[in-house]
């Protein structure tokens, strides 16, 4: 059974950084690119960012550019988001998400691009 687990959110302060890591189980990631959206209540899911599946590119949401950066570990089925210089209006629940396609050579923005997807990890940014 395909798992993703996000892990590392948490209440911070703005300004601060916190790091959230996003576990697989049950299939490897090595060969798929992966994402992180995230969602408030009320509104509709938002991309953040991608890692195409060899690490090679990345790609961001311009409200988070700068801030926020993923990385990713094929050895261990991982891929991190970074955040620092935290906002309030990051304040959402994040997830992590796999690529349907394997091996796609760039990264889509689109929800509908990804198969698997973790439950979340909260953050919580205190002005």
């Known amino acids: 059974q395909v798992q993703l687990v996000e892990s590392g959110g948490g209440l911070a302060q703005a300004g601060g950084s916190l790091r959230l890591i996003c576990t697989a189980s049950g299939v490897s990631i090595s060969q798929f690119g992966m994402a992180w959206f995230r969602q408030v209540p009320g509104k509709e899911r938002e991309f953040v960012g991608g890692?195409?599946?060899?690490?090679?590119?990345?790609k961001y949401a311009d409200s988070v550019n700068g801030r926020f950066s993923i990385s990713r570990d094929n050895a261990r089925d991982t891929v991190t988001l970074q955040i620092n210089n935290l906002k309030p209006d990051d304040t959402a629940n994040y997830s992590c998400?796999?690529?349907?396609?394997?091996?796609?050579?760039?990264?889509?923005?689109?929800?509908?691009?990804?198969?698997?997807w973790g439950q979340g990890t909260q953050v919580t940014v205190s002005s």
């Open positions: 890692i195409k599946w060899d690490g090679g590119a990345t």
């Open positions: 998400a796999r690529d349907r396609q394997r091996r796609r050579s760039w990264i889509s923005s689109e929800s509908a691009s990804y198969l698997y």
